[in-house]
């Protein structure tokens, strides 16, 4: 058997309790190993080299409907040139070059948070195309009107839980994930706003109502990824007391908030903008089962696609270019791509940038707190090094707010903030915690028997930005597919998913409403495992799910 050794690098294992250690890692047959059994046939010297897990993005919108249509809407920002390995400017990729923009930065997995069930197969299509990384998707449910109406029903739980069992399964995804809770299908009913506490007129059931059900589902499911929140309210000055509204309607069970940035506005001041990022960390700091991803604001060209087409619509008037669309597919859910640029001459826009890095900054423990631009919604994920500057560098920062064309130094602690991310809490928040809240106990991991993705750094690199940027080596399953910049071998990922055991009674009711309202017969929404790996082109490893009971 061939043993690839990368000798003598300083080694960031988190999950090991390993920080900036001498040590060898052998790898065999696409796995770690903890001595070589073999001859070595290969060595990569590693002095003055850091050893991480490869990076693991827990949420980045990367396939399915909207980014498509992002595509076809935004034509004039692509790269045009015909060389694949041109890898400027695109803030929404084509599969081909997000795989490769992503594994050059030293990702080896990536998760999809929007996967509308209906466009699951899209998806899924979408992803497989996308060379090198894992990647995986949640399942959008809170706004469908089976779902709905179960609740409004007054359904046993037991009933819900079946349902979500089913859809994960249905779906191939490996989370569920619920936007704007109640609102889009209210949206639908001409409603256009949609409070924690206010009922849907069409359902009388309120956003607490449906964040229960759904994290109580999720949790008794044995799912390990809780119960993926994109809060009501997004973007709305004062957001942040529903925001802390929609954590306490989990009472107490796994709740994952997304691009929480977003949702951790005051409306304090002469503008009635300001920043809420202290009142929400204390919050994820005391709360032991909450944990989010920040959704950070960066300035530039980009393209915001959500689910949330209640609050797309809202924002619309603010699209750059002018151009936007909402949409929606046979009554599941919706979507709305709004292009806009983010300038630091907008008092807004540099307060959203203040205060994703205050809540960075502010949230204690690197396990709870996940490194995420929501891309493309706050910026593209290439500017993730950039990114890790802002968090490790207290004068790079300081100097940036310096120089904004707004003076925001009235509005913002952030210059009172002493803190710099250390290497290791990088590489808890982008490696071991995100494999742990997603369940992968083969991933952000040195660990034996370990799937082999590793990133190699140059630490003689004093810029850190340019160190994240380009790392020497990036290996995904044993292979080394990148090397000094360059591509060295094709490889393609897996599909993590999870599949739930259920009641399969649940299928009769749901044969009975596909019939009556979809366009698709039920058999034919469902994606086989063999579908996936002979038709989209995509294996599959199937995530261990543990049923829990709650009293
Ligand atoms: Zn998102």
Same mark, same amino acid.
């Given at each position: 058997?061939?043993?690839?050794?990368?000798?003598n690098?300083?080694?960031?294992?988190?999950?090991?309790?390993?920080?900036?250690?001498?040590?060898?890692?052998?790898i065999?047959?696409?796995? +770690?190993?903890?001595?070589?059994?073999?001859?070595i046939?290969? =060595?990569?010297?590693?002095?003055? /080299?850091? *050893?991480? %897990? $490869?990076?693991?993005?827990?949420?980045?919108?990367?396939?399915?409907?909207?980014?498509?249509?992002a595509?076809?809407?935004?034509?004039?920002?692509?790269n045009n040139?015909?060389?694949?390995?041109?890898?400027?400017?695109?803030f929404?990729?084509?599969?081909?070059?997000t795989?490769?923009q992503?594994?050059?930065?030293?990702?080896?997995?990536?998760?999809?948070?929007?996967?509308l069930?209906i466009?699951?197969?899209?998806?899924h299509?979408?992803?497989?195309?996308?060379?090198?990384?894992d990647?995986?998707?949640?399942?959008?449910?809170?706004?469908?009107?089976?779902?709905?109406d179960?609740?409004?029903?007054?359904a046993?739980?037991?009933? +819900?839980?079946?349902?979500?069992?089913?859809i994960?399964?249905? =779906?191939?995804?490996?989370?569920? /994930?619920? *936007?704007? %809770? $109640?609102?889009?299908?209210?949206?639908k009913f001409?409603?256009?706003?949609?409070?924690?506490?206010?009922?849907?007129?069409?359902?009388?059931i309120?956003?607490?109502?449906?964040?229960?059900?759904?994290?109580?589902?999720?949790?008794?499911?044995?799912?390990?990824?809780?119960?993926?929140?994109?809060?009501s309210?997004?973007?709305?000055?004062?957001?942040?007391?529903?925001?802390?509204?929609?954590?306490?309607?989990?009472?107490?069970?796994?709740?994952h908030?997304?691009?929480?940035?977003?949702?951790s506005?005051?409306?304090?001041?002469?503008?009635?903008?300001?920043?809420?990022?202290?009142?929400?960390?204390e919050?994820?700091?005391?709360?032991?089962?909450?944990?989010?991803d920040?959704?950070q604001?960066?300035?530039?060209?980009?393209?915001?696609?959500?689910?949330?087409?209640?609050?797309?619509?809202?924002?619309?008037?603010?699209?750059?270019?002018?151009?936007?669309?909402?949409?929606?597919?046979?009554?599941?859910?919706?979507?709305?791509?709004?292009?806009?640029?983010?300038?630091?001459?907008?008092?807004?826009?540099?307060?959203?940038?203040?205060?994703?890095?205050?809540?960075?900054?502010?949230?204690?423990?690197?396990d709870?707190?996940?490194?995420?631009?929501?891309?493309?919604?706050?910026?593209?994920?290439t500017?993730?090094?950039?990114?890790?500057?802002?968090?490790m560098?207290?004068?790079?920062?300081?100097?940036?707010?310096?120089?904004?064309?707004?003076d925001i130094?009235?509005?913002?602690?952030?210059k009172?903030?002493?803190?710099e991310?250390?290497?290791?809490?990088?590489?808890?928040?982008?490696?071991?915690?995100?494999?742990?809240?997603?369940?992968?106990?083969?991933?952000?991991?040195?660990?034996?028997?370990?799937?082999?993705?590793?990133?190699?750094?140059d630490?003689?690199?004093?810029?850190?930005?340019?160190?994240?940027?380009?790392?020497?080596?990036?290996?995904?399953d044993?292979?080394?597919v990148?090397?000094?910049?360059?591509?060295?071998?094709?490889?393609?990922?897996?599909?993590?998913?999870?599949?739930?055991?259920?009641?399969?009674?649940?299928?009769?009711?749901?044969?009975?409403?596909?019939?009556?309202?979809?366009t698709?017969?039920?058999?034919?929404y469902?994606?086989?495992?063999?579908?996936?790996?002979?038709?989209i082109?995509?294996?599959?490893?199937e995530?261990?799910?543990?049923?829990?009971?709650?009293?």
């Open positions: 058997m061939s043993t690839l050794c990368l000798k690098g300083r080694v960031f294992d988190p999950i090991n309790k390993i920080f900036n250690k001498k040590k060898d890692i052998y065999e047959d696409g796995k +770690i190993t903890e001595v070589s059994n073999g001859k046939s290969e =060595t990569i010297d590693c002095n003055n /080299k850091i *050893v991480m %897990p $490869g990076a693991i993005d827990l949420h980045t919108h990367i396939g399915g409907g909207k980014v498509n249509i595509r076809l809407m935004l034509q004039e920002f692509h040139s015909d060389n694949d390995y041109d890898l400027t400017a695109d929404v990729p084509s599969t081909l070059k795989g490769l992503y594994i050059k930065m030293g990702y080896t997995s990536c998760f999809e948070p929007a996967v069930p466009n699951a197969r899209q998806s299509a979408e992803m497989a195309d996308t060379p090198f990384i990647k995986g998707g949640y399942a959008l449910l809170g706004n469908d009107d089976f779902l709905l179960l609740i409004s029903r007054g046993h739980q037991s009933e +819900i839980n079946d349902y979500v069992a089913f994960l399964k249905a =779906t191939q995804c490996i989370g569920i /994930k619920v *936007v704007n %809770p $109640g609102g889009i299908n209210a949206f001409n409603q256009r706003a949609l409070n924690v506490d206010e009922n849907s007129v069409r359902y009388k309120t956003p607490r109502k449906i964040v229960r059900v759904l994290a109580r589902a999720v949790y008794e499911l044995g799912v390990p990824h809780p119960l993926h929140v994109h809060c309210n997004l973007g709305v000055p004062g957001n942040f007391k529903s925001t802390i509204e929609t954590i306490k309607a989990a009472e107490g069970l796994p709740v908030i997304t691009h929480i940035q977003f949702h506005y005051g409306n304090n001041g002469d503008r009635n903008f300001s920043s809420a990022s202290a009142e929400i960390t919050y994820i700091n005391k709360i032991p089962n909450l944990t989010c920040v959704g604001v960066l300035f530039g060209q980009t393209a915001t696609m959500s689910g949330d087409s209640m609050k797309q619509h809202a924002n619309h008037s603010h699209a750059h270019p002018d151009k936007w669309l909402c949409m929606d597919i046979e009554c599941e859910a919706g979507c709305g791509v709004v292009p806009f640029k983010y300038t630091d001459q907008s008092f807004v826009n540099a307060l959203q940038w203040a205060i994703g890095l205050e809540t960075f900054l502010l949230t204690e423990d690197p709870k707190i996940f490194l995420t631009t929501d891309h493309p919604n706050g910026a593209p994920f500017s993730y090094p950039h990114l890790i500057k802002l968090l560098d207290k004068t790079f920062r300081d100097n940036l707010l310096d120089q904004m064309s707004v130094s009235k509005h913002t602690i952030l009172d903030i002493k803190r991310y250390t290497l290791s809490e990088i590489a808890t928040m982008t490696r071991s915690a995100p494999a742990k809240i997603l369940g992968l106990k083969n991933k952000g991991s040195l660990s034996k028997d370990a799937d082999a993705d590793i990133t190699v750094y630490s003689s690199i004093k810029d850190i930005e340019e160190m994240f940027a380009n790392p020497t080596h990036v290996i995904k044993g292979i080394v990148v090397k000094d910049g360059e591509i060295k071998k094709y490889t393609w990922g897996k599909t993590q998913v999870v599949k739930p055991e259920y009641d399969t009674a649940i299928e009769k009711k749901l044969k009975k409403y596909f019939d009556k309202y979809h698709i017969a039920l058999p034919n469902k994606i086989s495992n063999d579908e996936m790996s002979e038709v082109g995509s294996d599959i490893n995530v261990e799910c543990i049923r829990k009971r709650i009293s």
